[in-house]
């Protein structure tokens, strides 16, 4: 098993040094679910939500957390990305929405934090969207699906 790298020798929690790591280009794929009564998924579904177009503002949402992920997670550091992409799939047999963020950089760590990132506050913001109408739904399964460059190589998740 690897060792903890945001701790030092003493156990100090501290930013990890990637000063001597190779720029790569770096892939980072997260994804998650949320659930949701079946007529809250009929309104996402048509656009017919108070709100406005759900998915877009959960779309920008989550590119948005992509940046600023390192505002948000205290030892992260402040990437340069080059691509930040969401996307959304409506599955009417659940009455839930897959959200999927692949984020890219050309750098020396990687950008999973950021994929991670995006995908919750995409998700996050479907439910602030409806949640006047279904205060029940469920967020789950948020997980790395991919990551790939480095020097630890490509992951994909079973």
């Known amino acids: 098993m690897s060792t903890l790298t945001h701790f ?3 156990g100090q929690a501290h930013m990890v040094d990637v000063a001597d790591k190779a720029h790569t280009h770096r892939v980072g ?11 809250t998924f009929a309104l996402v579904q048509h656009g017919t939500a108070k709100k406005g177009d759900v ?8 590119i948005q957390a992509a940046k600023k ?3 948000l997670i205290p030892l992260c550091h402040p990437l340069a990305l080059t691509r930040v ?11 839930s929405i897959a959200c999927m963020a692949t984020v890219e950089t050309v750098g020396q760590t990687g950008v999973e934090m950021e994929a991670l ?9 479907i439910y602030d969207m409806c949640k006047a109408v279904d205060r029940g739904m469920t967020i789950t399964d948020v997980r790395l699906l991919e990551k790939h460059g480095g020097k630890s190589g490509s992951y994909v998740s079973a």
């Open 55 to 62: 998915l877009g503002i959960a779309r920008i949402a989550g």
């Open 69 to 71: 992920t390192s505002d």
């Open 117 to 125: 990132t995006a995908v919750q506050v995409a998700l996050l913001t």
């Open 8 to 10: 030092d020798g003493q």
């Open 85 to 95: 992409a969401v996307a959304f799939e409506l599955d009417e047999t659940t009455h």
């Open 29 to 39: 794929v997260a994804g998650g679910r949320i659930r949701m009564l079946p007529a």
